[in-house]
């Protein structure tokens, strides 16, 4: 290959690592969609109205209201970071798609969360967030280092990304511990988000 295709297939890859990314969120949706309660699994006797069946699992509901949530924001901001590149290649392909797959086992706690322990639940959430913002931030610090961001992406861009990308997860590692405390307290410490952000941001 010489020098000059080179990038014209780190361009191809790219291209296609959107599409394919572009797939597996929609498929995200699709697996959402089946856990909406069928009328098979009501305990009504009579004749099952949508609401009443809708109230009876209102817990599956919630689940799906929190999925939906989670693969909006993910593809939002996975839209922005792959828009942010010029190319790609095998390694930042990988990073992509260990972000995905556990954004997809998010999904898969938030599924099982009314069935398991809280606790449970709670730590499974923070240390699948962890993991999926780590393998975000890793795959930019990649494409930063390797030169396949756009040239037109000026620093300070580059900057904010880079704070956004470390935030999340350390943010998840500090809620880890309490999800062993207690929702309220879980849920609070979720706002330690932005003091972490001012760390990381005079760090850089």
């Given amino acids: 290959m010489t020098e000059k295709s080179f990038p014209q297939a780190e361009e191809r890859v790219l291209r296609r690592l959107m599409?394919?990314?572009?797939?597996?969120?929609?498929?995200?949706?699709?697996l959402i969609i089946q856990w909406l309660p069928m009328p098979d699994e009501s305990s009504?006797?009579?004749?099952?109205?949508?609401?009443?069946?809708?109230?009876?699992?209102?817990q599956n509901l919630?689940?799906?209201?929190?999925?939906?949530?989670?693969?909006?924001?993910?593809?939002?901001?996975?839209?922005?970071l792959l828009n942010h590149l010029e190319r790609s290649n095998g390694v930042h392909v990988a990073f992509s798609m260990a972000q995905v797959f556990f954004i997809l086992m998010l999904l898969y706690v938030v599924r099982v969360s009314g069935e398991i322990e809280p606790a449970s639940a709670r730590a499974g959430e923070s240390v699948v967030l962890i993991l999926t913002g780590l393998f975000g931030a890793l795959g930019w610090r990649y494409a930063a280092n390797k030169g396949l961001v756009r040239s037109d992406v000026s620093d300070e861009d580059k900057q904010k990304i880079y704070i956004e990308a470390y935030a999340e997860p350390l943010a998840a590692l500090v809620t880890l511990p309490f999800a062993f405390v207690?929702?309220?307290?879980?849920?609070?410490?979720?706002?330690?988000?932005?003091?972490?952000?001012r760390f990381v941001r005079a760090r850089h």
């Fill in 44 to 58: 009504a006797t009579d004749g099952i109205w949508l609401l009443d069946l809708f109230a009876e699992f209102s």
């Fill in 62 to 80: 919630l689940a799906v209201f929190i999925g939906v949530v989670f693969i909006v924001l993910y593809w939002i901001r996975s839209n922005h």
């Fill in 182 to 197: 207690g929702e309220l307290v879980w849920n609070l410490a979720w706002l330690a988000y932005i003091p972490i952000a």
């Fill in 19 to 30: 599409t394919f990314t572009d797939c597996l969120y929609a498929l995200g949706v699709v």
